[in-house]
């Protein structure tokens, strides 16, 4: 099993933080089934005012290009996506088109 942290920022707005808490109490299940076919076993978000840091634990096949793939041929995760960006915001140290960047570990006990 593989384990991933990222992390993300949401536009520090707390009607927009709202709004994005209320989406992922109901994530539509087409979004659900994408990201267990990628391989993903476990997800989790959690959120300090407006950063984000999600632990991703995934199948030793999982990969962020095959998952990026995968979402590239999904209508609904693209939507989903398009919808998620009005909410959230890159890291200032993001690449173009970046959004959720993997955090390094500097400490394990």
Known sequence: ?????????LKPDPELIAAYEAYHKAVWPEIIESIRAAGIIQLEIYRRESR?????????????????EMDAQNPKVQEWEALMW??????????????WVIMSRIFAL
């Open 1 to 9: 099993m593989q384990r991933f942290c990222l992390t993300l920022d």
């Open 86 to 99: 009005k909410y959230q915001q890159a890291l200032p140290s993001s690449k173009p088109g970046e959004k």
């Open 52 to 68: 984000l840091f999600m632990i991703l634990e995934a199948d030793d096949d999982f990969s962020f290009d095959k998952k990026s």
